[in-house]
């Protein structure tokens, strides 16, 4: 098995949820084989950056210099990873995938990159428009749309800024730290708002599938009427490939 190097901590409760999807998820895969107790799991290192820290430290759009400071963050934590002996490394949160050009310079170990990930499992999909949901620089950028537009799947235009602002604040307040008993609610609403039927959802910030805790392991499900898209489950799931298929 290859070791699998985890950049966590933005924020923790998706860093958490990360390492249980591959363990249990090695477990499945290896239980299948025939392979008795205890089921084997990749070796795993994670390196926990600061939320609070790597926030203050966001840039500008379409202002590379502004990013330094983060992009520096995330560097030097990948590169800790590859120093302890990681194979490959995964980023466990969207926002710095949208950096992830420059961060990875000067890192030699594979990064796993979410946007591939799920546009893979969104083509498996019948699925021609998209709604991408997430922080503030994911809802703003345009890198899962250039990704989805690929396939052929067209992604939302950019939401109002005041509409972006109210998910932010959703993924701040209500799930932080996990998905209160509010934030279910809230997000479907919000997708009520902003989603036509068939519209696959993106919930392409880490914390936004905890609104969902029977579908935490499914890259594709559907729920409240909606067709949802899991990054983080279709990161893992290719995490998984990549450490224990030959």
Not at 23 to 35: D, I, L, Y
Not at 87 to 95: C, H, K, L, V
Not at 221 to 226: M, N, P, Q, R
């Amino acid at each position: 098995m290859k070791k699998i190097g985890i950049l966590g901590g933005v924020g923790w409760a998706s860093t958490v949820d990360y390492y249980r999807a591959i363990a249990e998820g090695s477990g499945r895969f290896f239980a299948q084989r025939g392979h008795g107790s205890p089921l084997p799991i990749p070796p795993m290192t994670i390196e926990s950056v600061t939320q609070a820290k790597t926030r203050a430290l966001r840039g500008v759009a379409g202002d590379e210099a502004s990013w330094a400071g983060f992009d520096a963050v995330f560097r030097e934590a990948l590169l800790t990873l590859e120093a302890s002996g990681c194979d490959f490394g995964i980023i466990a949160s969207n926002t710095p995938h949208a950096r992830l050009h420059a961060i990875r310079q000067g890192v030699t170990m594979p990064i796993l990159s979410i946007f591939d990930a799920t546009a893979e499992v969104t083509a498996s999909t019948d699925a021609t428009r998209a709604l991408v949901l997430g922080t503030t620089v994911t809802m703003q950028a345009t890198h899962y749309a250039n990704k989805l537009g690929e396939i052929g799947i067209s992604a939302n235009a950019r939401l109002p800024e005041s509409e972006i602002a109210k998910m932010q604040a959703m993924i701040d307040g209500d799930f932080y730290g996990g998905a209160s008993d509010s934030a279910r609610a809230r997000l479907l609403a919000f997708c009520n708002r902003h989603a036509e039927h068939g519209t696959a959802i993106l919930l392409a910030c880490t914390e936004l599938p905890l609104a969902f805790p029977d579908h935490l392991d499914d890259p594709v499900f559907e729920a409240d009427g909606h067709l949802f898209i899991n990054p983080s489950a279709a990161h893992v799931a290719a995490a998984l490939e990549e450490a224990l298929v030959p």
